[in-house]
C-alpha cells in the first residue's frame, strides 16, 4: 500500500509539472474566439481548434529556448513599489534605465505583448493566413499570463513565504474544477483599443497589486485545514493524484471572491480585443481571401520539436510551477 501511495504521488507530480495552465489557456483562447465580428470569425471559428490547441506553444517553448521564460512575467515589484513609477513604460527608455539584461532577467512580459501585436498587424496586412493564426494563438498566451498575479511578483510560487505550489494552484486547479460547471464567460464584444500598450501596462499593475492578496488569503486558508484536509488524491483527467483537494479549493475561491473567474474574464476579453485591434489596424482585410492557407515544413517541424521538448526536457530557465512539497 505504501509503495502505491508513493507511486502515485510521483506521478502526481510528474503530471503536474508538464500540465499546470494549459487548461486556462486554451479556454480563454476559445472563449475568446467567440467575441469577434463576423468579419472575423470567418477565419478564426473555422480554425478554433488549431488556435486554442496552441495557446500553450509558449509553455511548450520554455522547455526548448531559455530566453522564451522572461516573456511569461514581470517582477515588477523589483523596480520599488506601485505603481512602479521608477520603471519607464517604453522599452528603449526602460533599456537605457537599467539596461536589457536587467529588464530580462526580471521579466518582459507587457513589452513582448506589444511586439506581438505588433508581428500579428504584420500579418494581417500581409494577408498571410499561417502566420495570422499561429501569432494569435501566441498572443492569446501572452496577454493571459499578464493577468495572473504571481506573474507580477517576485514571490512567483510563494517560495519565500513557504508557499509553494501556489501558483498553479491559482492559474490551474481553481478554474479546472470550477470553470467549467459555475463560471461565466459571457462577456459580449470585442472592442478597438486605442492604445494596446497602456491597456497591457494596467493589467500588469492590476495583477501587481492583487499578488499580496493571492498569498495572504491562502496562509490564511491553510490554517484553518489540516494537511489531509487541505491535499487529497483526486480523479485528474482519469487519473487519481495528489492535489489541493476540492473543499480547500473551493473555500479559496470563495475567500478571494471570484478574482480568478474576474481575470479570466478580463483575460478572454483583452486577447479578442488586442485581434480585433491589429485586424483593424491593418486595415480591416478580407479574412476569406489570405494567401498562405498551409502551414509551411518548417511550422510543422516547429510544433514537432516543442513538443518533444516538453515532453523530454526541463525547462530552461526559471521554473515557477515547481510542484507543492
Known sequence: MKKLALLLLILSLYLESFSWGFYAHKKINSYAVFLLPPQMMVLYKRN???????????????????????????????YGKYPFGALPRKWNDAVSKFSADTLQAYGIVPWWVELMMHRLTNAFEEKNQASILKLSAELGHYIADAHVPLHANSNHNGQYTNQQGIHAFWESRVPELLAD??????????????????????????SAAAADTVLQYERQLREKFSPDKKFSFEDRNGIIVRQYSSSFTRAYDAKLKGMIERRMRQAIYAVASFWFTAWVNAGEPDLSKLSNRELTADDLREFENLNMAWKNSSIKGRDHETPFP
Open 181 to 206: 460547471k459555475e463560471w461565466d464567460f459571457f462577456i459580449g464584444k470585442a472592442e478597438y483599443i486605442k492604445d494596446p500598450g497602456s491597456f497591457i501596462w494596467q493589467r500588469v499593475l492590476e
Open 48 to 78: 478554433i481548434d488549431f488556435i486554442t490547441e496552441h495557446a500553450v506553444d509558449p509553455d511548450k517553448r520554455r522547455y526548448a529556448i531559455p530566453e522564451e521564460g522572461a516573456r511569461h512575467y514581470i517582477d515588477i515589484d523589483h
